[in-house]
């Protein structure tokens, strides 16, 4: 017995969330999409035939057609092909709902322009599975997706995403996670509540909740394997005094270059980084002007 059912599918394109972990974590109507669509097209087709192959669903010479990252105008001119003739095409990204930080924007821009039908097929999503467990507010949330890689760029990022008062998601692979862990708490302070969720609906899934000082200790020469989902609790109204910002910023310029020290503070604070960045002016003019007295 079958797990879909086959009957036509509308014209137009498709975006149809796949598991993320557990391949029974898919929807019927995801199954009959994928049983039924006049032409497939995936991230990976590899990672596409083996969920098929799961759940007994039979190409039936039907197009499969790849659409990723590396995708020009040539593979997503194929699919719009299909939808040009009136057909169906189904795709999805490698885990997940697509566009989420996954290919697919493009294309549905083409087809939107074009005057195509888009729909979407919702299912599960690591930013909301993660949502779920974390133990932090849900009520409004942003999702981020992957920091720059570069330590002055994360870590101006994350500065500028400090004050906003909603529960914070980021994705990170494990190679880099211990960086971002460590950013989040030299910029954020070591009390920002923190989880990481790993290998969501797999077989190790693993949660690891606390304060980012907390985490990044939990972790620490640790090596992760795994897709992962960090969340960073929303930040607490502060009110900040000159003397405050003048103490951080003095601190901070002991070890950092003036305009690495103004983005530090400037997360830490919860300020703007110009209004950080004429303080510590000031503060090095200051300095400037004190040494040029005792000469």
């Known amino acids: 017995m079958t797990n879909f059912e086959t009957r036509p599918v509308a014209p137009g394109l498709h975006f149809v969330a ?3 972990g557990t391949a029974r974590d898919i929807t019927l109507r995801a199954l009959d999409l994928l049983a ?5 097209a995936a991230e990976d087709t590899r990672t596409l035939r083996k969920l098929m192959e799961i759940h007994g669903i039979s190409l039936n010479n039907r197009p499969l057609l790849a659409y990723h990252d590396h995708s020009g105008a040539g593979d997503r001119n194929r699919i719009l092909a299909v939808l040009e003739r009136g057909g169906s095409v189904a795709y999805v990204s490698e885990a997940g709902t697509p566009l989420v ?8 821009r083409a087809a939107i322009a074009a005057g195509h039908t888009v729909l979407a097929a919702p299912g599960a999503s690591a930013v909301l599975a993660a949502l779920a467990v974390s133990g932090l ?7 981020a997706g992957f920091l720059p890689p570069a330590k002055t760029q994360r870590e101006t990022e994350i500065a500028a995403l ?6 914070l998601v980021l994705y990170e692979s494990p190679k880099r996670v211990h960086e971002l862990l460590g950013s989040l708490r030299d910029i954020l302070g070591a009390d920002r509540p923190v989880a990481l969720c790993r290998e969501l609906t797999k077989r190790f899934e693993e949660v690891i909740r606390g304060t980012a000082a907390e985490v990044c200790a939990a972790i620490e020469g640790r090596t992760l394997k795994g ?7 929303r930040a607490e109204t502060e009110e900040v005094t000159g003397a405050d910002l003048e ?6 310029m002991r070890t950092m270059r003036m305009k690495d020290a103004a983005t530090a503070v400037a997360g830490a604070l919860g300020l703007p980084r110009r209004e950080v960045y004429q303080a510590a002016l000031a503060l090095e003019k200051g300095t400037d002007d004190a040494d040029g007295d005792e000469s």
């Open 18 to 20: 796949t598991p993320i």
């Open 36 to 40: 039924n669509a006049d032409a497939l």
């Open 101 to 108: 930080a996954d290919p697919g924007y493009a294309l549905g």
């Open 137 to 143: 507010p849900t009520d409004r949330f942003a999702f």
């Open 162 to 167: 400090r004050s906003l008062p909603f529960t």
């Open 227 to 233: 897709e992962i989902v960090v969340l960073v609790g």
């Open 247 to 252: 103490t951080a910023l003095r601190d901070a």
